[in-house]
């Protein structure tokens, strides 16, 4: 009987037909050869079969720091706000007027102090108006002047003359009409001639007592009434001049306080409107730094108090100098201003972030660790290590009360001048053999 299996190279030995007896002869062969091998192996090993184990090798105990910790009845906890730099005094400065720029004084970044003349207006037409108004004060005061020193004696005589005038005529008026009367007694005349002195008698009655009164009032002076009229009108062209010279005045755009030009915003010949800005005026010196606090915060402050002020490494001393009365609807926080004087504040500019920190005295019993000596647990608490007298690590659970960038404020199952681990708690496991190289102080 044949077995039709081949091999994968039809040039190799196996590459024939094999019999069923050569198939048998072979399984025989590799039967042999692994009962031999297994033999072997039984064998080499049977010598050591009733040898003692070998001892397990002895691990060396695990060096590590420790501290020595205290108890301590406070903790003094310190909170770093964040906050901004702010110019004492920022104004856009701007005309009162509309008007053409015929001049301007400054550039950006040009420091200027309080007084100087920044930019210029054109005001020919006020100057126009002006000088009318200055004439017709001066007419209304020559006016005022003439009532005030009243009439002059030249025109005093004169209204004498004419009342002497009109006496004589008055005279010879009653002449002529008593000469009439005893003609008409006569009929000499006509009654028609009788009528005509009697009225030309009163005519110069008339004008004889017109003539006196007006020497009376000449002689008296300028009525006051007459004299306060026109007083009135001198004020009310010198009250319209000085307004006048206040729009002038308009026309000229000064600085209100030393400080350095931001921004301009125009350039000659511009023609604006009133209240335009035409500059952004700000001053650096004193800077301040102002801080949103809660209101526990800020209420721990007085003014005058002295804080530390940092921006970019650099802490400067700044004075507490404003706390505001009422919080920020967003924020939620009070603002405090902190001013810092021109020697302080050199260097630092308006928007810059500037930090504060600020400390609080909290009643709490508890110990100080270095956080590298916390390993976190579940459930928010945490854990330490402490090296027990037999040199065996144990674990205890503790509680963060308050944490600062190296190290915290803990409670726990820990104990007053226990060895707590304070670093590479990642390898530890509890009652794992460790040796202490070294002893820090304890952190208060």
Do not use: C
Request: hydrophobic share 40%; aromatic share 6%; charged share 25%.
């Amino acid at each position: 009987m044949s077995i039709s299996n081949y091999s994968p190279s039809s040039e190799s030995f196996f590459g024939q037909k094999w019999t069923e007896r050569q198939l048998w002869t072979f399984r025989a062969i590799m039967l042999t050869l692994i009962a031999t091998l297994v033999g072997g192996v039984v064998f080499w090993n049977y010598p050591f079969a009733d040898a003692a184990p070998l001892p397990a090798p002895t691990a060396e105990p695990l060096p590590v720091e420790v501290v020595t910790i205290e108890p301590s009845g406070s903790y003094a906890a310190k909170r770093t706000y964040t906050g901004v730099l702010v110019a004492a005094k920022t104004s856009e400065l701007s005309f009162e007027l509309s008007g053409k720029i015929t001049q301007l004084a400054v550039d950006e970044g040009d420091h200027v102090q309080a007084g100087d003349q920044l930019a210029v207006l054109d005001d020919r037409h006020l100057a126009a108006r002006i000088a009318q108004t200055k004439a017709e004060h001066a007419q209304q005061v020559a006016i005022l002047q003439e009532l005030e020193a009243g009439p002059r004696a030249e025109v005093i005589e004169a209204a004498e003359a004419e009342v002497r005038q009109f006496s004589a005529e008055l005279q010879l008026q009653e002449s002529t009409k008593k000469r009439r009367e005893k003609l008409i007694e006569r009929s000499a005349i006509s009654r028609e001639s009788l009528e005509d002195a009697l009225f030309g008698t009163e005519a110069a009655q008339g004008r004889l007592d017109a003539a006196k009164s007006r020497l009376e009032e000449l002689r008296k002076g300028t009525r006051v009434e007459q004299i306060d009229a026109q007083k009135a009108r001198v004020a009310g062209l010198e009250a319209q001049l000085v307004d006048l010279q206040h729009e002038q005045e308009d026309t000229r755009l000064v600085a209100p306080f030393s400080g350095t030009i931001a921004k301009r915003n125009f350039d000659e010949g511009a023609v604006i409107s009133a209240s335009q800005p035409v500059f952004r005026l700000v001053q650096h010196e004193p800077l301040e730094a102002w801080f949103g606090l809660p209101p526990d915060a800020a209420l721990s402050l007085s003014l005058g108090d002295i804080l530390p002020v940092a921006v970019n490494d650099q802490t400067r001393e700044a004075t507490v100098t404003g706390i505001l009365p009422e919080l920020d609807t967003t924020t939620r926080t009070q603002t405090v201003v902190l001013t810092l004087n021109a020697e302080t504040a050199r260097g630092w500019v308006p928007a810059q972030v500037a930090r504060m920190s600020l400390a609080s005295s909290h009643s709490e019993e508890g110990f100080w660790l270095p956080n590298s000596a916390l390993l976190q647990g579940s459930r928010g608490l945490w854990s330490v290590y402490v090296v027990e007298e037999n040199q065996r690590v144990a674990r205890r659970q503790v509680e963060i009360i308050y944490s600062e960038s190296e190290r915290s404020y803990v409670r726990g199952t820990l104990m007053p001048g226990e060895q707590v681990i304070a670093n590479g708690v990642n390898r530890l496991v509890p009652d794992m053999h460790v040796r202490i190289q070294s002893i820090s102080k304890p952190q208060n």
